[in-house]
């Protein structure tokens, strides 16, 4: 009889750290009216900006020298949140991003407060920034949620190893 194996819970799963070389970059931005009311309902415009960046994976070992896909997101949801916290008791984030890495598929997502990613951009476009520093759960089937970022100038692998 075959013995059948548990799932973990995204809780159980072991936590790992995640650097990125940022190698060039280029920015969107766009803004409309929200006409698909029917779908967004709280949204009286939609906008749309982001830094999105060629990278290259550091760490972990096992990816090194991978080439990756990142889009930073700017969010006007996380200010409110991190203004007043004590106006959401009930907020629960689950992860300020995302990353996937697959056979084909290598791409990060994430998301910073809006008014924090318009120095990350002035900074990255200074050349201040060179790194992201993420930390999050080791991959499941491909995918982990990223649960802080962090914008570097420098990479010290001591302070990694």
């Not at 006409?35 to 906008?47: A, G, P, Y």
């Not at 006007?76 to 007043?84: F, G, S």
């Not at 990353?99 to 318009?118: G, H, N, Y």
């Amino acid at each position: 009889m075959k013995k059948r194996t548990s799932r973990k819970k995204p809780e159980q799963r072991g936590k790992c750290s995640y650097i990125i070389e940022m190698m060039s970059w280029d920015f969107a931005y766009s803004i409309g009216i929200n006409d698909i009311k029917h779908i967004i309902e709280d949204k009286v415009f939609l906008e749309h900006k982001a830094l999105n960046i060629k990278g290259v994976i550091i760490e972990p070992a096992k990816f090194r020298d991978r080439e990756i896909n990142v889009t930073v997101s700017g969010s006007r949801e996380i200010t409110p949140v991190l203004d007043a916290p004590e106006n959401y008791p009930h907020a629960q984030p689950q992860a300020l991003g995302e990353i996937t890495l697959r056979v084909k598929q290598s791409e990060l997502r994430c998301w910073v407060p809006f008014d924090a990613f318009q120095v990350i951009c002035s900074m990255f476009i200074a050349g201040k920034i060179k790194y992201l520093d993420l930390y999050g759960e080791t991959l499941f089937r491909g995918f982990g949620n990223i649960h802080s970022v962090r914008f570097e100038r420098k990479y010290c692998p001591e302070d990694f190893g």
